[in-house]
Each structure stands twice: as C-alpha cells, then as structure tokens.
C-alpha cells in the first residue's frame, strides 16, 4: 500500500512538471520580459519597412494551455506577408501564469 502511494505521487508530481506547455522563463518567479527574435532567421528581411504590426497570444494557467503565439499567426492577423523583425513579451508569475505573446512587424 505504501508503495503504491509512492509510485502515486512521483506520478502526479511528473505529470505536473512536465504537463504544461508554456514555461519560457525558468528561474525568475515573477517576471515580464520582452524579447526580440534572432536576425538571422530566414523569416526575417531586414529591407521591409515595419509599418505593419500584428499579435499572437497564447496563455497558460496551471495546467490549462491555450492560443497560438507562432509567428504566422501574428503575420495573419496583421495582415504581413514580410517581416522585419519578431518581438516576444513574455509573462510568469509563479509558475503559475504564464503569457507569450508574439508581436510581428513588417509590410
């Protein structure tokens, strides 16, 4: 019987650890950090002009995930066929909310 509430446990407690999709900042129990993309990604041209802005936002709290925050989402809601450049704010709090949100400029 005990072991079986053992073997319970270290199930649960690994299903919890590794269940949830969104944990982009380890580390820091509380933070809003924004990030650009990196250059030199193909996706990226650096000769449009950035006057186009459109958003992607996935959420997550506890264990309940939900949204597309990938660039080409933002790219359709912003109606971009170009981009420029890739911003992500990022969002934790206590493990237990996190926000991604993509930002995409571009023409």
Do not use: Q, W
């Amino acid at each position: 019987m005990k072991k079986l509430l053992v073997l319970s446990a270290v199930c649960a407690s690994s299903l919890i650890m590794t269940g949830c999709g969104v944990f982009p900042m380890k580390g820091n129990s509380v933070s809003a950090v924004t990030l650009d993309h990196i250059a030199s990604d193909s996706i990226v041209d650096n000769n449009v002009r950035p006057v186009k802005r459109g958003e992607s936002k996935c959420m997550g709290v506890v264990l309940f995930n939900t949204g597309d925050a990938s660039i080409g989402t933002a790219m359709k809601n912003g109606g971009i066929t170009k981009v420029h450049h890739v911003d992500y704010s990022v969002k934790n709090i206590l493990f237990l909310y996190n926000e991604t949100i993509t930002i995409v400029y571009g023409e």
